[in-house]
């Protein structure tokens, strides 16, 4: 049996802008061909076995219930614990509470995480602190699905985006504190 440090992570890539290239000609950022993220993670040399899977490489806004039953399936059928799936950040959100329904009481942690800065190609992109955020969360977070972008970590059901911020927040913004994230609270 592995240790929890040499647990397989396996990576689980849908496209998105953390794996979008920028066309300069016309001014806008179109999901690559291939996911740059196995390559990124090869460069910064994880201490834990890692998987990758590419089930679609597309603009959240065009995933489709049969590509969030992809990546359910690539979960049930994984022989690792740990996942980290990789998303645009419009319908984060909506993908997260499909694997949440759809994975039911799950043994395994599953991260989904995005960027708004795609990952190669341009400059000062969130997309690396994302992803690194994600991994170190799997070493705490319990099992069940959760979201981990921009340092934050928040459960499916309170996700909500913030367009004009290019953010995410909590639907419980505003409570004191302690009712935020609380699941989180009571880490092994």
């Given at each position: ?29 179109e ?20 998987l ?26 994984s ?110």
């Amino acid at each position: 049996m592995m240790s929890a440090a040499n647990e397989e992570v396996h990576f689980i890539m849908t496209g998105g802008t953390i794996d979008s290239a920028y066309h300069g000609d016309f001014d806008t950022i179109e999901p690559r061909e291939n996911s740059v993220i196995p390559q990124y993670i090869a460069r910064v040399k994880l201490a834990r076995p890692v998987l990758f899977t590419q089930v679609c490489m597309k603009d959240s806004r065009r995933l489709t219930i049969q590509d969030r039953q992809e990546i359910a399936g690539v979960i049930a059928r994984s022989s690792a614990k740990k996942f980290i799936v990789t998303q645009g950040t419009y319908t984060l959100p909506e993908t997260a509470q499909f694997l949440q329904s759809h994975l039911g009481a799950t043994e395994n942690v599953v991260v989904l995480t995005s960027s708004t800065i795609p990952l190669e190609g341009v400059t000062m992109s969130n997309g690396g602190f994302n992803l690194g955020f994600a991994y170190a969360q799997l070493a705490v977070l319990n099992p069940g699905v959760h979201v981990c972008t921009n340092g934050q970590i928040f459960s499916p059901e309170e996700l909500a985006k913030l367009l004009n911020e290019g953010r995410f927040t909590t639907i419980f913004s505003g409570l004191p504190e302690p009712h935020i994230n609380e699941a989180y609270a009571q880490r092994p």
